[in-house]
């Protein structure tokens, strides 16, 4: 299982290919946003797999194409302030104590002495300088000529190759990064999958995303926030969300997924589009191109594709440009100058197709105050099509699927939380016991035995041991035998 999601999801031979399961036609996908003609860069697809295959994929990356010509990709880590401090402290010969102080309480509690202000003086120019290397959590480069030939290697604990520069020195030398991700939901459904079927007897094709899409218990579940234990939908704030929007299908389940992030809700678009949803007769657009090209989201920008909408149909920016800057807003553009030159061809193009200064003075506001956050939508619909399989799951199969969950570390909750869902769902739980116990959690029927990895303390080898052991010698009779 994988997901294949982010803005290679708009490419329709990607859908073919079952590198994602996201029809660009079914939700006018822009193919722009994923390769367009001033994409100096090859476009790339972000794949997630669980997190339990993830080291035989990179064994698989590092033994096809040689550890020669594979390494990870490094990244530089700056000195944050309380390591900035720490630093400055030791080679002062301050006391530990004197340290924790310093980074703690803010400059004016301290005494004014000539070491205190000298560590604030040299803390201050410490600033954005690295600190160490460190390598990057899912980016691999693989080169034509041997790796060696642009970095020496570091080789950490785990002993996968790493360079000495970050991506962007990457980028400029030519390099290719592939980010190979993980995630423990997809381990959950799988796991949930295999168990109906050992427990239940029934195949669930959950690949097949008709299943879930039009589910009335699953729709049912969305509108009340019944999601706990659902990939990316089971926070508090998410929950709250969907219950506010009334979700029910698909769609808004797609729009919620985008408008939860920190751009979105920062700018006060978010609450705009609840009311929007909500009252869909008692708002006004702000511009008839507005109406036009984000009738679907009430003429509010919720996707990365909606800049280049409203940079291509309001400001007359090209598709490729409006891309670009969108790029640049989010970060991934390096050059403030380029910025520059975007932004006054976007109001050198609004003036000259009639737009009054304040009108895209506010258009301008609202791209750049959610461009760096939200999710393309091709993104978002892939986080939603996950969501919807832990979903259907959950409406249909609550305890297995919670015992999967449990299993797998949870998400966004503690242990017991999963557990009392289960409970909740029907399930008689059990504490771990020696006699019918496993390692991992297990379920018979509407009977949940709480797995031996759930004892602190006791030794790895030890929960294994256990069941082992009364699989080649019978039940345990006492603590002797």
Not at 188 to 204: F, M, Q, Y
Not at 335 to 340: G, T
Request: aromatic residues 12%; proline residues 3%; glycine residues 8%.
């Amino acid at each position: 299982m994988h997901v294949g999601r982010g803005s290679g999801a708009n490419s329709i031979i990607a859908y073919c290919l079952s590198i994602s399961d996201i029809c660009p036609l079914e939700l006018d996908l822009y193919f722009e946003r994923f390769l367009n003609l001033n994409r100096k860069s090859s476009p790339d697809f972000d794949i997630d797999w669980s997190w339990k295959d993830r080291d035989t994929i990179l064994e698989y990356i590092f033994n096809k194409y040689g550890k020669d010509h594979v390494a990870f990709c490094g990244t530089n880590v700056e000195f944050k302030r309380k390591s900035r401090f720490r630093e400055l402290g030791k080679v002062f010969g301050l006391p530990k104590d004197e340290l924790d102080q310093l980074f703690k309480k803010p400059q004016e509690l301290h005494d004014q002495n000539s070491v205190v202000q000298q560590i604030y003086k040299y803390e201050q120019l410490m600033i954005g300088f690295p600190n160490q290397r460190s390598m990057q959590s899912c980016g691999i480069l693989i080169s034509e000529e041997p790796i060696t030939n642009y970095s020496a290697l570091e080789f950490p604990p785990k002993e996968f190759p790493i360079v000495q520069f970050d991506m962007h020195t990457a980028e400029d030398i030519g390099l290719e990064k592939f980010d190979i991700l993980s995630q423990r939901c997809l381990e959950t459904i799988k796991d949930a999958v295999t168990l109906i079927k050992e427990k239940r007897g029934i195949n669930v094709d959950i690949e097949d995303t008709r299943l879930s899409k039009n589910e009335l218990k699953c729709n049912e579940y969305l509108s009340i926030g019944k999601t706990i234990g659902c990939f990316y939908i089971e926070s508090p704030a998410m929950r709250g969300l969907l219950r506010r929007l009334k979700c029910d299908n698909y769609k808004v389940l797609v729009a919620a997924s985008s408008i939860i992030r920190p751009g979105v809700a920062q700018s006060g678009m978010m609450r705009e589009y609840i009311f929007r949803h909500n009252h869909p007769g008692q708002f006004e657009y702000f511009h008839e191109v507005f109406e036009k090209e984000l009738g679907e989201t009430y003429g509010i920008m919720v996707y990365q594709e909606d800049v280049i909408k409203i940079a291509m149909h309001f400001g007359g920016v090209s598709a490729a440009n409006g891309d670009v800057l969108r790029r640049a807003m989010s970060g991934k553009g390096r050059s403030l100058s380029a910025l520059q030159k975007l932004k006054d061809d976007f109001f050198d193009s609004c003036k000259k197709k009639g737009h009054p200064d304040q009108l895209s003075q506010e258009v301008y506001r609202q791209i750049e105050s959610f461009a760096g956050y939200s999710f393309c939508k091709a993104h978002s619909a892939s986080y939603a099509v996950e969501s919807y399989q832990s979903l259907y799951l959950k409406a249909y199969y609550p305890i297995e699927f919670m015992v999967s969950a449990i299993n797998n570390g949870g998400g966004f909750y503690r242990t017991e939380v999963y557990v009392h869902e289960a409970k909740m769902a029907g399930a008689t739980i059990h504490n771990p016991g020696v006699n019918l116990s496993e390692f991992q959690t297990t379920v018979y029927g509407t009977n949940v035995y709480l797995g031996l990895m759930h004892i602190e303390k006791l030794e790895a080898a030890v929960k294994l041991f256990i069941p082992e052991e009364r699989k080649e010698n019978g039940n345990y009779k006492s603590l002797k035998c």
